[in-house]
């Protein structure tokens, strides 16, 4: 089985968007679970000032399948004009990429455990 899982890595302004971004991504089967990493701080330039923000990071976990539609669902319901929406894929273990993947075909069923 393969065993590769793609994360996805998006920070949002708030906590609150970032559950509510949870909670869209979940309900739509298009990821597996997420995590929400709170008081991130972010350093950039945006509009020519130099900022720094704080942030609360989601990462999710699906399948290369999905990989595009919770992309694309992350950017429609973001608050950002321009978010950083990024994914990686990467090594899991057994185990863990076939709950990932039962989770999305029959969330009713999936147990990781």
């Known amino acids: 089985m393969n065993s ?3 994360v996805l890595y998006c920070p949002f302004p708030t906590p609150d968007a970032a559950r509510d971004a ?3 991504l979940l ?3 298009l990821v597996a679970c997420c995590n929400i990493l709170p008081l991130g701080e972010s350093h950039y ?3 020519g000032v130099m900022t720094v923000a704080s942030e609360t990071v989601l990462i999710a ?3 290369p399948h999905m990989r595009e ?3 694309q669902q992350l950017a429609a319901i973001h608050p950002y004009t321009t978010p950083a929406i990024l994914s990686f ?3 899991s273990s057994g185990p863990f990429a076939a709950w990932v993947m039962a989770a999305l075909l029959n969330p009713a069923t999936a147990d990781i455990g």
Request: aromatic content about 4%; charged content about 25%; cysteine-free.
């Open 4 to 6: 590769d899982v793609v």
């Open 27 to 29: 309900g739509a089967k």
């Open 61 to 63: 976990k699906t399948t």
């Open 69 to 71: 539609a919770a992309m």
């Open 89 to 91: 894929t990467a090594q």
């Open 45 to 47: 330039v945006w509009e």
């Open 22 to 24: 949870a909670k869209t």
